[in-house]
RNA sequence: GCAGGGGUCGCCAAGCCUGGUCAACGGCGCUGGACUUAAGAUCCAGUCCCGAGUGGGUUCGUGGGUUCAAAUCCCACCCCCUGCACCA
């Protein structure tokens, strides 16, 4: 296909389409999963040109943030799992390897391969506006962006726990960690009990239980630290084990290292809710690697406890402080309920959920705030403790222990300095919801999804110590994290092929004010034109993703365009397509099934692939490929290949006209469907109904093809979805072809088709049942043509909506109220929904034209009920006209 | 916990918004046939139950309800899946 026939520019009284698929990360070459959301804007893309929209539909690559690097970084390791990928299911030649240990020279490398099988799907992208998100010019742009929120009030500076490694130096997302697991990172409150000179710290998911306290747990066996936080000067004492965790949020110095014996015999603590002392003992189930290595005890709402205590026998001190419906002492009940023995009994786990459940949802406090349900407790003595200076915010890896690639155990190291984007102001949700509210969603239902993620948005942090992309322009130690720099690009697109005129110095916060704002002066014609530019296509009247950006890059999009821009220039449409499953399974690594695009398209060529991920399933679902699936659109697009090759001229028997109409039929509602987007019904009528349709049609015909004007049509309603195999017929000018106009169609004539057709299948059904029961093969078919006023009948049922009496107003029909009585009967319900049918001329039609392929039946005669005296002819209707076999 | 989605004839999966043409599209699997030396591929037919006549019966997670009519609308219940961020 030529290169830049999908080069778009402006031009002036054509209406414009501007479309944007969320553009791909070249950490890795594409599988045809990849395909599908390109495939699905690219066929919507060319539906809108044949529509007469001048259509702008752009790509570049986003290559932000640390994935890449993290990439780079396990082929130079020699990462066995990645290698295994790239070699053998991507075919990357081993002496490639040593090159991709650069990051950019990654990036360029599976661009390009990316961008390689983009062109060879035939992607109708305009291919000059390509850019990568950490070119210079696009730097400036994000810049812009920031600026802009920082303008508007909407970006702040605070505090922020992350996921670290001590070793690495550096925050860890999941593709960092050793077996790819998210590090999740969950706040608890540490509570100050103080004992002798300091405090003992103890963490707790629970600080409501803080006045059920009967003692605190220590591991006799552990190693525990004195240190002093530098902050405050406070002493406290916890595990070695969580000394990493513990400074990578707070400046201490460590004291005195000692054995956990020691802490149990250095005497009583004090409780800090209530001032009582409680003692100190041992115990084995105190893991001294999480939390502080000190624990709370609570045995009247903890069977960890309960159990401890009940070793020691002091089970007699638990102490109940809330009510829960169905329990006594809850602790106690559940451990006796499940026949809990000892403290090593994995049951305990069980039990300590179903407690920690049960309260939740059904406890009430009896102390401290007398009735207030655990839940509100919970939050509100957490609140007053740490507002009190009677506890600290700390936080944990929740699903720990999780290791760094290098090794080390991860911790939860709050940053200071830290910048966010304050996505939790309200005013400018608001501004979102009317975003939503004005905007259309494909499918529908996304929309409201889209709306809950903007109720839960909070602030979020915006900036990372590495990785690649953009510096944020109010900390250069920092760069700018990947989501929050793909939000308003689509806006770069307008501008990206004209904005090389100028040099990167040059794209001041003005220049871009001026552009994107209509800020100010020009600086020259050329900066004039680029404002030009944005101005026409902006803004995107259809954003293309897949599900799984819905609740984080979507949003972000909606937020940021609603921030920066005017109202006329916020997003239009968001269309969602689901994944891709290979033989009905999740595509992964490990099991070995990705199938890499540029492959696939080798072996089966670009229209089957994008037929296959376009027309399977409806958008949002996810949609299978498989073999049988390709093979179906394979062998009837050979079959259409061959009508399309033996049709000459424009036939006018009975066939043709019936053809024709069909055609017009699925021309009346083809526009709405593009409107939906519903490329599965589309392909279900024009490539899978037709199909059956034309094997009918050649049938009858006996071979003769003569649809040269339906085929036409039919051409250029394909060509998004086959845009090969059209411009192999066409020409390439076909992708520029209006759609065919929609036009009234005939019914009748469908309808009488279509009693045929359903006429010869009910015949073959009949044969068979006969030769089965009775071992010979009747072949003597009469058709009898049913009499003339029951056609009138089933015109006065249609149009009456079954309304008999309505039909008995009609002299004719009054006469043949008995026979009507018993017809109606059999019809039951079925009065109230009579399809559209064919007149008797037409259905007589048809079967003399039809003749032949009946005729491979049996000997056929036809015969009017009127002139028939068999009974069966008695039961001739409209819809199904009888048969007597002999 | 909060939010969203879903349970359809062996499997996958349409239909449900807008009730009737729905025994319910399509694919896989299975059965039989054609083709072939044979296998594969392909094509044709069948695939809930009954039936020597285009028909009848019972089905769409469970139980109710609305309606002339419910897979489709309403209510209750049971079960399953996904997301919860600072990460692309």
């Known amino acids: 296909m030529a290169a830049n026939i999908f080069e778009a520019e402006p031009i002036e009284g054509k209406k414009k389409r501007f479309l944007t698929a969320a553009f791909p990360y070249p950490n890795s070459p594409q599988h045809i999963g990849h395909a599908r959301t390109y495939s699905v804007t690219d066929a919507y893309a060319r539906y809108l040109r044949h529509l007469g929209y001048n259509v702008l539909f752009p790509m570049a690559f986003h290559v932000t943030g640390t994935p890449i690097i993290a990439m780079a970084q396990r082929i130079a390791e020699g990462d066995k799992s990645v290698i295994d990928v790239l070699m053998n299911i991507y075919g990357i030649p081993k002496e490639k390897l040593p090159e991709l240990t650069d990051p950019k020279k990654l990036v360029m490398y599976f661009s390009q391969e990316v961008e390689q099988g983009m062109k060879e799907m035939g992607f109708s992208i305009d291919w000059r506006r390509k850019f990568y998100t950490f070119d210079p010019h696009f730097n400036k742009f994000i810049e812009w962006q920031f600026h802009k929120l920082k303008e508007a009030g909407l970006l702040v500076k605070g505090s922020h726990p992350v996921a670290w490694s001590l070793k690495l130096n550096s925050a860890m997302g999941s ?9 999740e990172i969950e706040e608890v409150v540490a509570i100050k009990f103080p004992y002798k000179d300091g405090f003992l710290l103890a963490t707790t998911y629970r600080p409501e239980t803080l006045f059920g306290l009967t003692n605190m747990w220590i591991n006799p066996e552990g190693k525990y630290l004195k240190i002093r936080d530098k902050e405050s000067g406070e002493i406290y004492y916890i595990s070695k084990g969580t000394l990493d965790n513990f ?9 005195e290292e000692l054995d ?18 409680v003692p100190i003992f041992p115990a084995t189930f105190v893991d001294v690697e999480s939390g502080t290595g000190v624990v709370m005890s609570v045995p009247a709402h903890a069977p960890f406890d309960y159990v401890a205590l009940r070793d020691l026998g002091k089970e007699g001190l638990a102490k109940k402080i809330i009510n829960v419906p169905g329990y006594d002492i809850p602790a106690k009940d559940i451990v006796e309920k499940m026949h809990i023995t000892n403290q090593q009994d994995p049951k305990l786990e069980q039990a300590t959920k179903r407690v920690y459940k049960d309260e939740n949802m059904k406890g009430k406090m009896l102390v401290w705030k007398e009735g207030m349900p655990v839940k509100e407790a919970k939050e509100a003595v957490k609140e007053w403790l740490i507002n009190d200076g009677k506890a600290l915010r700390y936080y944990i890896i929740a699903n720990g222990p999780v290791y760094s690639r290098a090794g080390d155990k991860i911790v939860v190291k709050l940053v200071k300095d830290q910048w966010f984007i304050t996505y939790g102001n309200k005013e400018w949700k608001e501004k979102a919801y009317q975003c939503l509210e004005g905007m259309k969603t494909i499918p529908p239902e996304i929309k409201q999804e889209l709306k809950n993620t903007v109720d839960w948005l909070d602030r979020k942090a915006c900036t990372r110590s590495r990785g690649l992309g953009t510096k944020f322009p109010f900390d250069e130690g920092q760069m700018i994290e990947s989501l929050s720099d793909s939000t308003i690009y689509p806006a770069f697109y307008t501008i990206s092929h004209l904005i090389k005129d100028f040099s990167p110095e040059e794209l001041t916060v003005e ?34 993703s897949g599900p799984d950006l819905i609740r984080n890059h979507l949003t972000f999009y909606i937020m940021n365009h609603v921030a920066i821009f005017p109202r006329e220039k916020w997003p239009r449409q968001i269309v969602i397509n689901g994944f891709v499953l290979m033989d009905g399974k999740k595509m992964s690594k490990s099991l070995g099934n990705i199938l890499p695009l540029r492959k696939a398209i080798k072996e089966h060529g670009a229209d089957i692939i994008r037929f296959s991920v376009v027309s399977g399933s409806d958008l949002l679902q996810d949609t299978n490929f498989n073999r049988p699936l390709v093979e179906g659109i394979k ?14 001229g424009n036939g006018d028997s009975f066939a043709d006209k019936w053809i024709r109409e069909s055609v017009k039929a699925k021309l009346s509602t083809l526009r709405d469907e593009i409107e939906r987007l519903d490329l599965r019904e589309i392909s279900k009528k024009w490539f899978y109904d037709f199909y059956y349709e034309l094997k009918w049609y050649n049938d009858v015909k006996n071979g003769k093809i003569e649809l040269d004007d339906v085929f036409d049509k039919w051409l250029i309603v394909l060509e998004p979805l086959l845009p090969f195999f059209v411009a192999d017929k066409k020409g390439e000018n076909a992708v520029f072809e209006p759609l065919p106009e929609a036009d009234t169609y005939d019914e009748a004539t469908i309808a009488a088709m279509g009693v045929v057709r359903d006429l010869y299948s009910d015949i073959a059904n009949l044969q068979r049942m006969v030769e089965q029961k009775s071992g010979k093969k009747p072949s003597n078919i009469k058709i009898i043509v049913p009499a003339a006023w029951k056609y009138r009948l089933f015109e006065r049922l249609k149009a009456e909506k079954g309304n008999l009496k309505a039909v008995y107003t009609d002299e004719s029909l009054a006469q043949h109220k008995e026979e009507i009585m018993r017809i109606t009967k059999a019809l039951k319900n079925k009065l109230y929904s009579i399809p559209s049918l064919p007149t008797r001329d037409l259905f007589e039609k048809a079967l003399e034209e039809s003749k032949a392929v009946l005729a491979t039946l049996g ?28």
Request: charged share 30%; hydrophobic share 35%.
């Open 175 to 183: 593709h960092d960690t050793k077996g790819d697991v998210d590090p």
């Open 247 to 255: 400074s990578a949020q707070r400046d201490v110095d460590v004291l």
């Open 635 to 648: 062998q009837r697009l050979a079959f259409f290949d061959d009508m399309l090759k033996k049709s000459s």
């Open 260 to 277: 956990g014996n020691a802490i149990i015999e250095g005497g009583q603590c004090k409780n800090p809710a209530n001032g009582e002392e």
């Open 511 to 544: 220049f871009f004010d001026y552009v994107l704002l209509g800020k100010g002066e020009p600086i020259n014609d050329k900066h004039a034109v680029l404002r030009k530019s944005f101005d026409y296509w902006y803004p995107v009247d259809s954003r293309h």
């Open 859 to 886: 000997s056929v005669s036809v015969i009017s009920e009127e002139e028939c005296q068999h009974e069966k002819a008695k039961a001739s209707l409209p819809l199904k006209p009888a048969v007597v076999l002999e």
